[in-house]
C-alpha cells in the first residue's frame, strides 16, 4: 500500500491570504486527488492532479481558485488561494493506481485548515 | 454523475451486529469502497467490492449488488472503538470517487 505524506497537518490563516498543502507518497502512483470535507460533511472531490499537464476540476472549483502543480508521479500540492472563512475545511490528498486489479485509493492524514 | 444514499446515523450495543445499506445510481461503475473516519482523523480503507457477492474481513463484511446498486456494510461483535463515521464510496469510470454522505454509527456499552 502507499504511505502518503501530507503537510502541512492543520494551520490557521488570515482571510485573504494563501496556503499550499504539499502531498508526498513512497511511490509513483497513476492518480492524484484533492479532496475536502467540510466540517460535518463527506468528502467532495475538488479536481484531480494531472502529471505534467493542468489538473481536471470538477463542478464548482476553479483553477484560480485552488491552483494544483503535480511535476512527478510522486508529488503534488493543492493551494488554496485568497481564503475566506468558508475555506475552513480539511484538504486531503488520495492516490490510486488506475489499474484495475489495484484500484484501493490511499488517503493522506489531512490538512486541517481554519481561516480566521 | 453519482447519486449515493446511506443512512445518516445508527446506534447498536457492544457486541452486537450492525448492518449499514448504501444505495447508489452511477454513469460507469469501477467498484464500491467502505471507508470508516474516525472524528478529527482521515478515512481508512475497509473493503472493497468490483464483482457481485459479499467479502468478509474478520469482523467487518460488505455486499454488492449491482444490478441493484446496493452495497451494505457488516460490522459484527461490536466494539466501543467502532463508532466512527462510515463512508460508502463508488468509483466510476475513470476512478474517481463519490462519497455519501457517511452513517454514524454510536456502539453503547
Known amino acids: 500500500s502507499a504511505v502518503i505524506s501530507q503537510k502541512p497537518s492543520r494551520d490557521i490563516c488570515q482571510r485573504g491570504t494563501s496556503l499550499t498543502i504539499q502531498c508526498q507518497v513512497d511511490s509513483q502512483v497513476t492518480m492524484m486527488f484533492w479532496y475536502r470535507q467540510q466540517p460535518g460533511q463527506s468528502l467532495t472531490l475538488i479536481a484531480t492532479?494531472?502529471?505534467?499537464?493542468?489538473?481536471?476540476?470538477e463542478s464548482g472549483f476553479v483553477i484560480d481558485k485552488f491552483p494544483i502543480s503535480r511535476p512527478n508521479l510522486t508529488f503534488s500540492t493543492l493551494t488554496v488561494s485568497n481564503m475566506s472563512p468558508e475555506d475552513s475545511s480539511i484538504y486531503l490528498c488520495?492516490?490510486?493506481?488506475?489499474?484495475?486489479?489495484?484500484?484501493?485509493?490511499?488517503f493522506g492524514q489531512g490538512t486541517r485548515l481554519t481561516v480566521v | 454523475g453519482q447519486n449515493i444514499d446511506q443512512p445518516t446515523e445508527m446506534t447498536a450495543t457492544e457486541g452486537a451486529i450492525v448492518q449499514i445499506n448504501c444505495t447508489y445510481q452511477?454513469?460507469?461503475?469501477?467498484?464500491l469502497f467502505w471507508y470508516q473516519q474516525h472524528a478529527g482523523e482521515a478515512p481508512t480503507f475497509l473493503s472493497y467490492n468490483v464483482l457481485d457477492g459479499l467479502e468478509e474481513k474478520g469482523r467487518f463484511s460488505s455486499f454488492l449488488s449491482r444490478s441493484k446498486g446496493y452495497s451494505y456494510l457488516l460490522l459484527k461483535e461490536l466494539q466501543m472503538k467502532d463508532s466512527a463515521s462510515y463512508l460508502c464510496a463508488v468509483a466510476s469510470g475513470d476512478y474517481k470517487l463519490s462519497f455519501g454522505a457517511g452513517t454514524t454509527v454510536t456502539v453503547r456499552a
Open positions: 488520495s492516490v490510486g493506481d488506475g489499474r484495475a486489479e489495484n484500484t484501493e485509493a490511499f
Open positions: 452511477t454513469s460507469g461503475f469501477n467498484g
Open positions: 492532479a494531472n502529471q505534467g499537464s493542468e489538473a481536471t476540476y
